[in-house]
């Protein structure tokens, strides 16, 4: 059994893992285009690779650290292909650092939301935008596509009839305008090159976990002159459930649910003193629970290859309780009668749903397999009933469970 010092030792580790992210870093496998076109690899730092950058911290393989802006580097690249350069985009007359989503005959970029297609003479932005419209009798909104026309003149030729069934059904965002050119440069035979990872949707993966939780016990209701002590106040703690994460448009979200089981063997001694009484009881038992704790978590930084994130959600348990042994033992002060007898005075709230919150770190050491260490909390009030003769208690219970995990 893991004794409360180590617990809490471990519980403290977590949390310096969780608020001092740099103790790990990435291999240097993404990189910048110095202003004379020389590749230097090396990693992006401070980056949860957004969409759009005004500056760019990199430190180089050789340890050298600078902060770069589209006037200083041609541009820079991830290791999973991503890739941004120092463009001039129409309307503007300053450079600004513009995700290029495919290269070739007609270049795709993206910037602030909006796309555009370089043909090697001009810049073209693809313009869609929403109009009002009237449709009997109600008005609405209606998405203008005028992008598809842009697309279909930069298209001309041979394979216009082709690829006519995908440009109607193209819409307005990255895969999808990916998609379409890829198709066009597939189609007449020219060489191209994407730079937008193929990524699904959403991952769901499996993921099971073992530790320990931690019970600390506070009063609900209890009369004067009443003690009650719990003997075992941790219990070993098994989960095993899904997680869905690496959502395609939502980067930091990720959501898991999971089914747990706890058996918790515990004795309780209690004690109460009045002027006419005096009265002690043992119980011991046992209370087995399972657990369905559901949560939507938020990534809030990465350091290479280790994620930190936060959680709430909620944590539906089914508890019983199963008595082994139950003693009162009683003695009436005015004339000293002395009375033992067994009963069971200890129940549990057998079905409770409460909040939930956690904090976690995840070490991604391959692309599908990820370690996790999780600390997750969640408070049930009133969950014990302690109820001597004429004589009745309840406990709240607060759980801190520390949970290391296999992501798969």
């Given amino acids: 059994m893991i004794r409360l010092p180590l617990f809490r030792g471990l519980c403290c580790s977590l949390l310096l893992l969780i608020c001092h992210p740099n103790f790990a870093q990435k291999q240097a496998d993404d990189y910048i285009l110095k202003a004379n076109g020389q590749k230097e690899t090396g990693v992006i730092l401070g980056s949860f690779e957004n969409d759009q950058y005004n500056t760019v911290r990199f430190r180089s393989a050789g340890g050298g650290t600078g902060t770069f802006g589209p006037g200083d580097i041609q541009g820079f690249g991830f290791q999973n292909g991503r890739k941004f350069m120092a463009i001039r985009l129409p309307g503007s007359e300053n450079l600004e650092f513009v995700q290029v989503l495919l290269t070739g005959k007609l270049s795709l970029y993206k910037a602030n939301d909006k796309f555009y297609v370089n043909d090697g003479r001009e810049i073209h932005e693809l313009k869609a935008f929403y109009d009002k419209a009237t ?202 009668v002395t009375t033992i007898y067994e009963t069971e005075f200890t129940s549990i709230n057998e079905k409770m749903t409460s909040a939930a919150g956690k904090i976690g770190v995840v070490w991604n050491f391959s692309k599908k397999i990820g370690l996790l260490a999780e600390l997750q909390l969640d408070y049930l009030p009133a969950f014990y009933q302690v109820n001597l003769p004429f004589n009745e208690a309840s406990y709240n219970q607060t759980n801190t469970s520390l949970l290391i995990g296999l992501r798969f």
């Fill in 135 to 336: 449709v009997a009798g109600r008005e609405t909104r209606e998405l203008k596509k005028p992008y598809l026309g842009t697309i279909n003149m930069l298209m001309a030729g041979e394979c216009s009839a082709e690829i006519y069934d995908v440009l109607a059904d193209t819409k307005y965002d990255d895969y999808s305008l990916v998609k379409l050119l890829s198709k066009y440069h597939y189609c007449e035979g020219i060489t191209y090159e994407q730079h937008l990872p193929e990524l699904p949707f959403v991952r769901i993966s499996p993921v099971i976990y073992g530790g320990v939780t931690y019970m600390s016990m506070s009063p609900a209701s209890r009369p004067e002159n009443r003690k009650d002590a719990f003997e075992n106040h941790q219990t070993p703690i098994m989960q095993i459930g899904i997680k869905a994460h690496q959502f395609r448009r939502w980067k930091r979200l990720s959501i898991d649910v999971s089914v747990g089981y706890s058996k918790l063997d515990n004795t309780i001694i209690s004690e109460y003193t009045s002027e006419s009484q005096y009265m002690t009881a043992k119980e011991v038992f046992s209370a087995s629970t399972i657990t369905i704790p559901a949560f939507v978590n938020y990534t809030w930084t990465r350091a290479g290859s280790f994620d930190s994130y936060i959680g709430i959600g909620f944590n539906s348990r089914f508890s019983s309780l199963e008595s082994e042994f139950a003693m009162v033992d009683q003695t009436l002060t005015h004339n000293g």
